[in-house]
């Protein structure tokens, strides 16, 4: 697949649900759903893009530290106020070579409200994670994450949310 920066492709389906992509652009965005869950009662939204299979790299190789990035952000919402969110997409698409065709991690799920945004890595070494997540991230502003590393060989993380998959949540 010509290298597309993996956030351009939600981007571009979001926005353009009619946009064709490459068969392979295609297959890889079906291994993905994008979940919209509201709590009126709370006046809450949670949006949450996850994985819905283990990537190819987990079968090759042992993806067995959880990588849990988290950005906490003040809102008069659940969801992060507009100069925030740009800032996160910034971050993001600046970690995208983290995910897809690196050898070392993939990216599994990203969940934005309550007032935080978190994604979820898999990595074999996490400090070739870290050692590739400063590079991507060198001469840019600093980001306000916490980054907290996991031995999770069993996935039990990413599979928290897994039920979204089988239940009847709505998705976009």
């Known amino acids: 697949m010509k290298k597309v920066n993996f956030l351009e492709l939600f981007r571009r389906q979001r ?4 946009t064709k992509f490459s068969e392979e ?6 291994t ?3 979940y919209d869950i509201s709590n009126d009662v709370l006046n809450q939204k949670l949006v949450v893009r996850l994985k819905l299979t283990k990537p190819v790299l987990a079968e090759l190789k042992p993806l067995h530290h959880a990588v849990v990035i988290t ?9 992060p106020p507009s100069d925030v969110n740009q800032a996160q997409l910034q971050f993001e698409r ?3 070579p983290l995910t897809c065709d690196n050898g070392n991690s993939e990216s599994v799920r990203v969940t934005t409200g309550a007032k935080v945004k978190e994604w979820l890595f898999y990595a074999e070494s996490t400090d070739i994670f870290m050692k590739g997540m400063n590079d991507l991230l060198k001469g840019q502003p600093a980001f306000p994450v916490k980054i907290e ?3 999770d060989p069993d996935w039990a993380i990413w599979q928290e949310t897994n039920y979204l998959r089988d239940a009847n949540a709505p998705m976009t």
């Open 15 to 18: 926005s353009r649900p009619e």
């Open 25 to 30: 652009a295609e297959a890889y965005l079906r």
């Open 32 to 34: 993905w759903r994008i």
């Open 71 to 79: 950005w906490p952000y003040e809102s008069e919402d659940s969801m």
């Open 94 to 96: 600046s970690l995208d």
């Open 149 to 151: 590393f996991f031995n």
